[in-house]
């Protein structure tokens, strides 16, 4: 049973930074507390009460959440995880393999060569105009491509044209 649930809509749901939420079943709500207190937090008071209101803070990017959940129903995530897989093909086919593991649907990470992956990341951005993280972890450099609905074939072809170059 999940207990606990917590998301930042600006990920997958194309919501501004600072939207979020956290969810959790009431067995486990009478120990969670808010990192800022605010009106509502008093004595018997419930979860949504001492949560609801941290005071003096813009709700813009939480007032736009309604609306990308709209946005997001429109998305065709079929397309998105195609392209996702092509791209893992692709990178495949360069010699750049998928790390281990059930990877997200529009989410792949594949290993790099060995390099140093902060150059990597400058050089993508600088030289060909593609924001994608390169970082080092557990010794190895790796690449994390992630597939939003905006991402189409050009910018695949973009990326393998740029990694093609680079390594």
């Known amino acids: 049973m999940t207990l606990r649930y917590t998301c930042a809509c600006q990920k997958w749901l194309c919501a501004p930074k600072g939207a979020g939420f956290l969810w959790a079943h009431p067995e486990q709500q009478g120990w969670i507390e808010p990192l800022v207190v605010s009106w509502g937090y008093r004595e018997g008071a419930d979860f949504a009460e001492r949560h609801g209101w941290a005071g003096t803070r813009d709700p813009a990017a939480y007032l736009t959440v309604p609306r990308a959940i709209d946005v997001h129903a ?72 992630s597939v939003g609905p905006y991402t189409d074939d050009a910018d695949i072809d973009r990326l393998m044209s740029a990694l093609e170059q680079l390594l």
């Open 74 to 145: 429109g998305f065709d995530l079929e397309r998105a995880e195609g392209l996702a897989d092509d791209a893992e093909r692709r990178l495949d086919g360069l010699g750049y393999r998928r790390v281990e593991g059930v990877p997200s649907p529009f989410m792949r990470a594949v290993e790099l060569p060995p390099g140093d992956p902060d150059e990597l990341w400058a050089r993508l951005y600088e030289e060909f105009r593609i924001e994608v993280p390169v970082y080092e972890w557990d010794g190895r450099r790796l690449l994390r491509l």
